[in-house]
C-alpha cells in the first residue's frame, strides 16, 4: 500500500484544514488507518485511528472534540477533518495503515505503511 497525504498548509488560530490520505492498491478497505504528528524537536505522537469500515474512531486527549476522522473506501481515501486549531497543533502530520491487530492502536511500530505526510502550521 502506498499512501499520499496532502491538505496540509498555514492557518491561524481557530481556523480548520482538512487533510486527505490517498491510497493505492485494491485492499485498502482492509486496513485500520491512523493519523500521527510530528512537531520539530518532539517524537511522532499519535493522533486518530479509524476502524477499517469507517465505524468506529478513537482520538488522542490534546485533539478529541476538535479532529474527525473519516475514510472513503470507495475512493481509497482517508481524511482527517481539523477544526478549532490550535499553534500547538503545528507538524507534520502522518497518515498510515496496518491490517493485523485491533484498530486504534496509538504505537507506531503498530502500522504497516506510511504517507509521507503533510506541514500544517498554525499561527497565533
Known amino acids: 500500500v502506498q499512501l499520499q497525504a496532502s491538505g496540509g498548509g498555514l492557518v491561524q488560530a481557530g481556523g480548520s484544514l482538512r487533510l486527505s490520505c490517498a491510497a493505492s492498491?485494491?485492499?485498502?478497505?482492509?486496513?485500520?488507518s491512523g493519523w500521527f504528528r510530528q512537531a520539530p524537536g518532539k517524537e511522532r505522537e499519535f493522533v486518530a485511528a479509524i476502524s477499517w469500515n469507517g465505524d468506529s474512531t478513537y482520538y488522542a486527549d490534546s485533539v478529541q472534540g476538535r479532529f474527525t476522522a473519516s475514510r472513503d473506501n470507495a475512493k481509497n481515501t482517508v481524511y482527517l477533518q481539523m477544526n478549532s486549531l490550535k499553534p500547538e497543533d503545528t507538524a507534520v502530520y502522518h497518515c498510515?495503515?496496518?491490517?493485523?491487530?485491533?484498530?486504534?492502536?496509538?504505537?507506531?511500530?503498530?502500522?504497516?505503511?506510511w504517507g509521507q505526510g503533510t506541514q500544517v502550521t498554525v499561527s497565533s
Open positions: 498510515a495503515v496496518h491490517k493485523v491487530g485491533p484498530f486504534g492502536s496509538s504505537r507506531t511500530d503498530s502500522y504497516d505503511y
Open positions: 492498491g485494491r485492499t485498502f478497505s482492509a486496513y485500520n
